[in-house]
């Protein structure tokens, strides 16, 4: 086991087993700009050497690379992701360790979550975080904060990479003896050399003279790709009621055409959620846009090519000399690389390794191509509805803001603090929605919503309807009144369950039913006409006073009775004439006074009889003459006196005679004279007249003038919440 050492050997390996324990015989790998680095190593170790593989998994390696004769090492950092036991000889037993990076731990992990108020740099240093990776951050632009961005079913790993690739962000790594950084750049100009050596001179197989550290490029190839010439995207604003585009032509000689690359909603609109951000999206669509044909133009031109340079990373630029066609000796950024390394003494004393121990192909732009990465990471798409429940701010039943958005909790958000209000504003779709019209129906707190996403797009999504649950119920139980249907609303706030607002629909044949409740006050406006229609009987019952106005005339058609009671005073003022036609009887008990005052005429015509009764005294104040005519006769008995005084004469004329009679005789006059008859006749012989009892006439009693009635307060256009008190 100690008879083999790594000394003074190309390749050398430290591991967490011990130095000497596994000895490096062969290296494949690849590594790439934005990509992970993936090697595979051939190790052996004595047949003696008893090797537990849960010591080494997981764990940081590290792989050096002899780069130059005078001791400069190459390092490839990573983590073991796997760990292979194969077969053996009589000197060794074979392994193979798979070295990655320590930000391929990201690929094991699957999440769904919503980051907000972040920027991409922020949501990736979180990301990172779980897995205490701290990346170098050499970025340079200044980025607009999403304010609402989702991991869906996602690894994490693909999560950052779609956010990076969309950013304009790519990633390499740098390796040192003790660890890897990951790293971040958005401007690949400011990419650095590759370290050791970043000169390298084209020399065809065969041409090299000055040994294995004469590192050169042995093949060396340069193709140009066709590109779309022109970019263009679009993303609508549903605040500004817009839609923000952006058409850019790209730089680049090979994308000089009409051909067009197109894209709707790029998610600009979906990260920003605010009110008060709506101002940004154009901004972040022409940046979108940007990042996008650039990483079109990066593409169009790239060159593959074979060396044996150790020092040749990718994520870092070479300078290409002697190549026989001038135009492509120039700088070069390094975008992959697969490496192939051969140990050099080989540990087998039977087989000793022949030709080069180290080769690579390599892919590279020139490094004066502005760099982005490819768009390799789908964006992930929600397929189908989600439900989720409505959260409001403490001690509220709603929390809206003014375009009716309200915020949603979905089950699948683990990371978010329960029943608490965020950026997580979803429109909530209606029937109808127009320019201060349509419907308006507002989930309240903990109601279960369906929620739709735009696109498939987890970032936009929005209320679709409503459904019940095991916690709310629908009032009727459909199962067994499924005939029910109709609307029921709750007051708010600290409403119960009798506190409602309904529109009822029965639907039973035989007690079919519209049913109307209104909690409070019920106001109906019609703007022409109303036309109401019963077929059998209506009812109505008033709690408390009844106003009526109408402004024109009222038309009352009953074809049988007519029967009214009321309880206490009747108030009629009527500003103009009264015609009462009654086609039979009309009779009126009045229990008390009855007081009519008439201001001009009044006119009776009894077409018979005239009878009256008066308990009492009957007082009869004319102003001016009286004129009674009777047809026939026309008798006073008085039971005690008969009293008729004239002021100035009294005439009493008979057409065929007139008798004056009392106790003691009578005067006749008739057409044969006049007949004196009594007991004694007296003339001028003392005596006295007798004398009657005065006139004592009572005015009637003024009646009371009736209360002029109240107008009725009128139904408006505000609802209550609004206006204090309808009306006019």
Known sequence: MGAFKQDDRLLTFTSPLGKDVLLPENLAGTEGVSELFFYRLDALATTDTTIDSKKIVGQKVCVALQASDTGARRYINGFVSGFEMNGGDEEFNNYRVYIVPNLWALTLNRNTRVFQDMTVIDVIKQVLSTYKISPADETSNTYTKMEYCTQYRETDFAFISRLMEQHGILYYFKHSEDDHTFTLQDVSSKLNACPIQNKLRYAPQGDITEGFYDFVVTEFHSRTSMVSGIYSDWDFGFVPYNVSTDKQTTRGPLGQNNNEYYDYANSAAAYLKKNDSQSKIPDLVKFFN????????????????????????????????????????????????????????????????????????????????????????????????????????????????????????????????????????????????????????????????????????PDQPIVVGSVYNGVNMPKYDPAGQYTLSGILTRSSKDGGADNANELRFEDLKGKEQIFMNAERDYDLHVENSRHTLVGQEQHEQIGADHYVQTSGDTHLHI?????????????????????????????????????????????????????????????????????????????????MEAHIKGGMTVVIEGGMGVCLSGPGGFVSIDPSGVTIQGMMVRINSGGASLEGSPAQTQNPLSPDSPTTPKDPKFPGDKPPSQASEQGS
Not at 296 to 307: E, I, L, M, P
Request: charged share 25%.
């Open 290 to 457: 940007t990042v996008r044909y650039q990483s079109g133009d990066a593409a169009s031109v790239f060159v593959k090519g074979d060396s044996n340079a150790i020092c040749l990373q990718t994520g870092y630029n070479f300078e290409l000399s002697k190549h026989p066609q001038a135009s492509l000796n120039e700088k070069y950024l390094v975008l992959h690389a697969e490496h192939n390394v051969r140990q050099m003494p080989s540990y087998r004393s039977k087989n000793q390794n022949t030709g080069e121990p180290y080769g690579n192909t390599f892919t590279a732009i020139p490094f004066s191509i502005p760099y982005r990465p490819p768009f390799k990471t789908p964006r992930p798409v929600v397929n189908g509805m989600h439900t989720g429940r409505v959260v409001v701010s403490s001690g509220e039943d709603s929390h809206m803001d003014k375009y009716g958005r309200v915020n949603v909790q979905v089950w699948w958000d683990r990371q978010r603090k329960a029943n608490t209000p965020d950026n997580t504003w979803l429109r909530v779709a209606q029937s109808w929605a127009g320019k201060g019209w349509g419907t308006y129906f507002w989930p309240r707190i903990d109601d279960e919503v369906l929620i739709d996403f735009i696109e498939g797009d």
């Open 559 to 639: 074809k049988k009775k007519l029967y009214e009671q009321v309880d206490d005073e009747v108030h009629q003022t009527l500003q103009s004439k009264q015609v009462i036609k009654v086609g039979a009887d009309r009779h009126e008990n009045i229990g008390s006074n009855s007081v009519i005052k008439i201001g001009s005429d009044s006119n009776i015509d009894v077409g018979q009889n005239l009878n009256e009764k008066v308990g009492m005294d009957y007082s009869l104040n004319v102003g001016m003459n009286q004129y009674d005519k009777v047809g026939m006769v026309y008798v006073v008995d008085a039971g």
